[in-house]
């Protein structure tokens, strides 16, 4: 059963600082990984997708992907209250064609 | 951009009755579709994946019968929830995808809250 575990907080950051949100996964033949980022009664929208082994960067987001430790992470710098949000790790396995499998979500405040 | 649609946004059934759920991909052809459904306080629970003209695959525990998707164009798929109860009353999400098989990225409709009473 593929399975992605998220801490469900609520992580609390202080304005300006570096929020960091960890996902781990269970199917080793997992091949693609999202960000998604929720508001509250809102559907998900992309934050980042990452493919390979290694840091991807894009604006103030950063995604990392451990493989061989089956564990993906994102940093947000200079956090802003407009990212108070839930944060929704999601991966599609290796094999045929899939749906994304959603992690139940860390929810992120910024504290002003 | 990469528009999806949902339509309606909310909608409000009685128990024992059927309800019609569409997605369109507005300015792209959608290979692949998936439908979502999100509880209170919980994460998004793949239902289904469609590919157009093709019948759906179903996630274990979800019944086909009961759930009725047709992808009939590249643009459009629809979500019949067949004798709804109010424990069908969620938060359903469709999502579309360029490529076959939903590995690039998918593009997420606004969402239908759907309450049975």
């Known amino acids: 059963q593929k399975e992605v575990e998220q801490n469900s907080g609520p992580l609390s950051v202080p304005e300006g600082a570096i929020a960091s949100l960890n996902c781990t996964y269970s199917?080793?033949?997992?091949?693609?990984f999202f960000w998604y980022r929720q508001y509250s009664g809102k559907s998900p929208e992309l934050i980042m997708f990452?493919?390979?082994?290694g840091d991807k960067e894009d604006g103030r987001f950063t995604a990392q992907l451990n493989k061989a430790s089956q564990y993906v992470s994102l940093l947000i710098r200079d956090s802003q209250p407009s990212d108070s949000a839930t944060y929704l790790c999601?991966?599609?396995?290796?094999?045929?064609?899939?749906?994304?499998?959603f992690g139940k979500g860390t929810h992120l405040i910024i504290q002003p | 951009g990469a528009v999806v649609s949902q339509h309606p946004s909310r909608v409000i059934c009685k128990s024992g009755t059927s309800v019609k759920i569409e997605c369109r991909s507005l300015?792209?052809?959608?290979?692949?579709m998936f439908w979502y459904r999100q509880f209170p306080k919980k994460s998004l629970m793949l239902m289904a994946t469609?590919?157009?003209?093709?019948?759906?695959?179903?996630e274990q525990g979800v019944e086909k019968d009961k759930f009725l998707i047709n992808h009939a164009s590249l643009t459009l798929s629809t979500l019949t929830v067949t004798s709804a109860h109010p424990e069908d009353s969620s938060f359903y999400i469709c999502?579309?995808?360029?490529?076959?098989?939903?590995?690039?990225?998918?593009?997420f409709g606004p969402g239908t809250r759907l309450t049975v009473t």
């Open positions: 469609s590919n157009e003209g093709s019948k759906a695959t179903y």
């Open positions: 990452i493919y390979s082994n």
């Open positions: 300015d792209f052809q959608a290979t692949t």
């Open positions: 999601a991966v599609i396995s290796g094999g045929g064609a899939d749906g994304l499998t």
């Open positions: 999502s579309a995808s360029k490529l076959a098989g939903g590995r690039d990225e998918q593009y």
């Open positions: 199917d080793r033949g997992s091949q693609s």
